[in-house]
């Protein structure tokens, strides 16, 4: 299967400051990106979906002001949580997908907003 | 709008047990179906992907089946060890105005005690 890297797979940082969230697909490039959310024995809730090159659109009740996407490469997105309270503190995963090919999924970010 | 259930929330049996898992969706207009495995604080394993055309598909222990006129797949786990012990979660890929995408439900807990 795929490889997909996040990075970190976890942060820990004080109310108010931004996290910088990196997904790679390693072997093969990635023409849509996914970001999902996952809280505490909930199921994952897609966030946002990106094309690259293209703005992120994002779900319903998702700030995009807040939740910064960037999908500058085939290979790399990344997810930058500005201005992070602790109800941001969730499990965030990204998705990317070659064409209409299997989508895959990362190992996950844990962010602990404090 | 698609959703997805997932029954029970958790299942705990000793080693050994068969058992079955539940999902149900109530948009049968389906691409397809995939069944997932979450460990804690980790992201997914896919285990099983069931086209729309398709009616089950098996991978050693486990059996997956898709009834999608009824909205319902079933996964089947075999012999239970406690390696198995983790979420499994469904998801259904279906059509919606902003394109495809996944629907995940909320899980089962499955724990196999030895």
């Known amino acids: 299967g795929a490889v997909v890297s996040q990075h970190p797979s976890w942060v820990i940082c004080k109310s108010g400051t931004s996290v910088k969230i990196e997904c790679r697909s390693l072997d093969f490039q990635a023409t849509t990106m996914f970001w999902y959310r996952q809280f505490p024995k909930q199921s994952l809730m897609l966030m946002a979906t990106s094309n690259e090159g293209s703005k992120a659109t994002y779900e319903q009740g998702v700030e995009k002001d807040k939740f910064l996407i960037n999908h500058a490469s085939l290979t790399l997105s990344t997810l930058t949580v500005t201005s992070a309270h602790p109800e941001d503190s969730s499990f965030y995963i990204c998705?990317?997908?070659?064409?209409?090919?299997?989508?895959?999924f990362g190992p996950g970010t844990r962010l602990l907003v404090l | 709008k698609q959703e997805v259930t997932q029954i029970p929330a958790a299942l705990s049996v000793p080693e050994g047990e068969n058992l079955v898992l539940n999902c149900s969706f109530t948009?049968?207009?389906?691409?397809?179906l995939q069944w997932f495995r979450q460990d804690p604080g980790k992201g997914l394993t896919s285990l099983l992907l069931?086209?729309?055309?398709?009616r089950e598909q098996t991978s050693g222990r486990l059996n997956a089946s898709l009834d999608k006129s009824s909205g319902r797949s079933t996964l089947y786990i075999a012999a239970s060890q406690p390696g198995d012990s983790a979420t499994y979660l469904c998801a259904v890929k279906s059509m919606e105005t902003s394109g495809s995408r996944l629907t995940f439900g909320e899980g089962t807990q499955l724990t196999v005690n030895p």
């Open positions: 998705s990317p997908k070659q064409g209409q090919e299997t989508q895959y």
């Open positions: 069931i086209q729309s055309s398709q």
């Open positions: 948009d049968s207009a389906i691409y397809n």
